[in-house]
């Protein structure tokens, strides 16, 4: 990943004119680095209109690689458990359409959100732009992705150990799909939690529309949640019940 996506450039001053190779990582990490670490540089890329557009590309490409991935990861373990529940799949196989039912579910939820993202932010007292606001939410995707990708591996292995009918109830092949599907739904919370803490510090360099409240950016964050997590599901159904013929 390091050679897909840029390092960010965030210059700090340095008291000696020679600065060591450990130093520099640190003043300079990766985007992917930065998006699993919550790096405060990733604040400054999303408030620089210069490079927002260029910030935006780079979080939808990593949200699309992440799920993408864990899409056809979720397909791969549900073709295996039907086909040794029935012994013969309907076409498409689940590897086929899972990975864009995923994607494009989630991406669908951000893009149907995006004014209400943006009229909460605003009613919430902050002067947020609305391209601001479309890379702050592709930050939830960008962080779940990210963290999907390290979790996929004991999900995928947890759902072979089900296709081997492992004697034991924590195998059942409803209870790993069931958990499969909401896995992204739940590790998504760490990206609204990403969220919260980039507002948290933007508060302050964010133009102000009106008094706030205390807590205003933990409801601004609520209603983000609560408003994605009723839209993704519904809009992952439709584009699955298209893609199936439905």
Same mark, same amino acid.
């Given at each position: ?12 001053? !340095?008291?000696?004119? #020679? ?14 680095? =930065? ?11 999303? @408030?620089?209109?210069?490079? +927002? !557009? ?13 799920? +993408? ?9 549900? #073709?295996?458990?039907?086909?040794? /529940?029935?012994?013969? +799949? ?22 149907? @959100? ?6 909460? !932010? ?9 391209? +601001?606001?479309? =890379? ?5 995707? =960008? ?24 004697? #034991? ?35 302050? $360099?964010?133009?102000?529309? #009106? $008094? ?10 609520? @209603?983000? /949640? ?21």
């Amino acid at each position: 990943m390091e050679t897909t996506f840029d390092t960010i450039s965030t210059a700090k001053p !340095t008291s000696g004119a #020679h600065t060591s190779g450990s130093t520099d990582a640190e003043a300079n990490p990766g985007f992917f680095e =930065a998006i699993l670490t919550d790096d405060e540089s990733v604040d400054d890329m999303v @408030c620089d209109n210069s490079r +927002l !557009t260029d910030t935006v590309q780079k979080l939808l490409m990593l949200s699309l690689v992440g799920l +993408l991935t864990y899409g056809f990861a979720l397909g791969f373990v549900t #073709h295996f458990i039907e086909a040794q /529940a029935s012994m013969s +799949l309907a076409p498409p196989s689940p590897m086929l359409w899972m990975p864009p039912t995923i994607a494009g579910g989630f991406l669908a939820g951000i893009i149907i @959100c995006l004014p209400p993202f943006y009229f909460y !932010t605003q009613l919430s007292g902050l002067d947020a732009s609305f391209r +601001l606001v479309t =890379a702050q939410s592709l930050r939830v995707l =960008a962080r779940m992705s990210v963290v999907l990708l390290g979790v996929m591996p004991f999900w995928v292995a947890w759902g072979l150990g089900s296709f081997l009918q492992l004697p #034991h109830p924590l195998f059942d092949p409803d209870l790993v799909l069931t958990a499969g599907f909401f896995l992204p739904f739940l590790i998504g919370l760490s990206g609204m939690w990403s969220v919260y803490r980039s507002f948290r510090r933007l508060v302050d $360099r964010l133009p102000i529309t #009106h $008094r706030r409240r205390r807590g205003f950016v933990l409801r601004l964050v609520a @209603c983000w /949640a609560i408003v994605l997590g009723f839209v993704t599901p519904v809009a992952m159904f439709r584009i699955a019940n298209f893609l199936l013929g439905g």
